[in-house]
């Protein structure tokens, strides 16, 4: 077994329903649902933390840098990130060539874990065990599937991730 961090950065994961606007956004009190997720699974083993609750969509280098820079200084061999959907490939290649021995897993989800039938809790335990046996480097994990970094990417038509 291996120590494993989860660096949360928001996504869909992480959005509940806002019934003034009708839309998804972010708690307005800034916490995340991992801590939950993980003890309903009764995973207590990862330390979680919270780095920014923000649409991927809306990343620049600067939100990847601050990603690379929690990878490079967190103690753990491990790390879980969980991240938007729409531009995790792009992430996932950013860190590729900057985590050096580290396994670093992307995971997300597709519907929020904050309403029924998510698929955040699947993906995350996929991340969770995928970051412990996986050879160092980036990797993505999405709808039961692993992915190296460089071919993550997601299927718009399909609304899953496909290589």
């Not at 490079?72 to 992430?91: F, Q, R, S, W, Y």
């Not at 060539?97 to 955040?120: C, E, I, Q, W």
């Not at 039961?144 to 609304?159: H, I, W, Y």
């Amino acid at each position: 077994m291996k120590d494993l961090r989860i660096l949360v950065t928001g996504g869909t994961i992480d959005k509940v329903h806002d019934p003034r606007t009708e839309g998804l956004s972010f708690s307005p009190d800034g916490a995340t649902h991992l801590p939950e997720m993980l003890r309903i699974a009764r995973c207590h083993f990862p330390v979680v933390q919270l780095l920014m609750l923000k649409d991927s969509l809306y990343f620049d280098d600067a939100d990847r840098a601050s990603i690379a820079k929690a990878v490079g200084d967190a103690p753990e061999p491990c790390v879980v990130i969980t991240h938007g959907t729409g531009t995790m490939g792009e992430t996932a290649r950013f860190l590729a060539p900057l985590v050096g021995d580290k396994t670093v897993v992307l995971t997300g989800a597709m519907r929020p874990f904050s309403l029924y039938a998510s698929d955040g809790e699947f993906n995350l335990g996929g991340a969770v065990v995928a970051a412990q046996m996986l050879a160092p480097g980036v990797w993505g994990v999405m709808n039961g599937r692993v992915f190296a970094a460089d071919v993550l990417n997601k299927n718009v038509e399909q609304g899953r991730f496909d290589a």
